[in-house]
């Protein structure tokens, strides 16, 4: 068998389509389709259709379909500019979803309730939520007119995801942290100059906090590493300034919080068949 009759048969017997139905497809015979899968090879013109009816690539069916998969998308992504390029990646990361549930008959009916019309997303139902959360790892992906994001997780070999955190009371000292209301309202309003110092003073005014509060909220932030104290040299001396630390992670905390403040009150996709405890 040739490495395209080889390829061929594969995608056929992973669509599920026997030789008939994919002959159907492309409009050839059952015995093209069976000469093709037996070593003869496919007319040149006929390959896109071909391609199109199994869902692969023409590369694909010469056996290139997992060569250089990593660097194409690298280059690409790098050729665009930065906000097509990220739009784009994200599209990226939210098509594994369907692919990671091993059941090629999602991909359709993912495609069109999601991905395929992100722009005709009413007002009363912004967001789509993808989780999924199985034996060998989990995904969590939120899509709306203008707000996404997406995670993903492999299975540690050991199983215990837990051996990774520190302790609970650790945990539980972060969660104390954002419970303070004070603190997350300092942190909205730093990620509103994110880039730039600002002092105890502006803070005060921009979140109409007391100084002694933000004094207060600035040393725990610094201890924590989420805020970076800085001096800046004045007519007046040294003032002490603050600055966001982008390598936090409040942010992405911040937004998966909010799923679980909202709850599920938007479109979902999601499966669930892990069998295996977390911790």
């Known amino acids: 068998m040739s490495v395209i009759g080889e390829q061929i048969r594969k995608y056929r017997v992973q669509k599920k389509y026997t030789q008939e139905k994919l002959g159907s497809l492309i409009g050839v015979t059952t015995q093209a389709v069976s000469k093709w899968e037996r070593g ?33 998308l690298t280059k690409k992504l790098s050729t665009m500019p930065p906000e ?121 005014q921009g979140t109409g906090l007391e100084l002694s509060d933000v004094e207060r909220c600035m040393k725990t932030l610094c201890d924590k590493m989420i805020v970076h104290p800085m001096k800046i040299a004045s007519v007046d001396g040294e003032i002490n300034s603050y600055i966001i630390r982008f390598e936090a992670n409040v942010l992405p905390l911040l937004c998966y919080a909010d799923e679980i403040a909202k709850g599920c009150q938007y479109p979902f996709f999601g499966m669930c068949s892990r069998e295996k405890p977390l911790f």
């Open 40 to 72: 003869g090879t496919p007319d040149a013109e006929i390959l896109p259709q071909l391609a199109d009816a199994l869902g692969v690539s023409i590369d694909a069916l010469f056996g290139r379909e997992e060569q250089d998969v990593q660097l194409l």
């Open 84 to 204: 097509e390029a990220f739009r784009q990646a994200f599209n990226y990361c939210w098509s594994f979803i369907p692919g990671l549930t091993g059941d090629d008959s999602f991909s359709d009916s993912f495609y069109d309730a999601f991905t395929g019309h992100p722009g005709q997303q009413s007002d009363q139902s912004p967001d789509f939520l993808a989780k999924l959360l199985l034996d060998d790892g989990m995904t969590v992906a939120r899509m709306s007119n203008d707000f996404r994001y997406f995670f993903l997780m492999v299975r540690p070999h050991d199983d215990s995801i837990s051996a990774y955190f520190e302790n609970e009371d650790a945990i539980r000292q972060v969660f104390a942290l954002f419970a303070d209301k004070k603190i997350l309202k300092t942190l909205y309003y730093l990620y509103t100059v994110s880039n730039i110092p600002v002092t105890a003073q502006l803070i005060s």
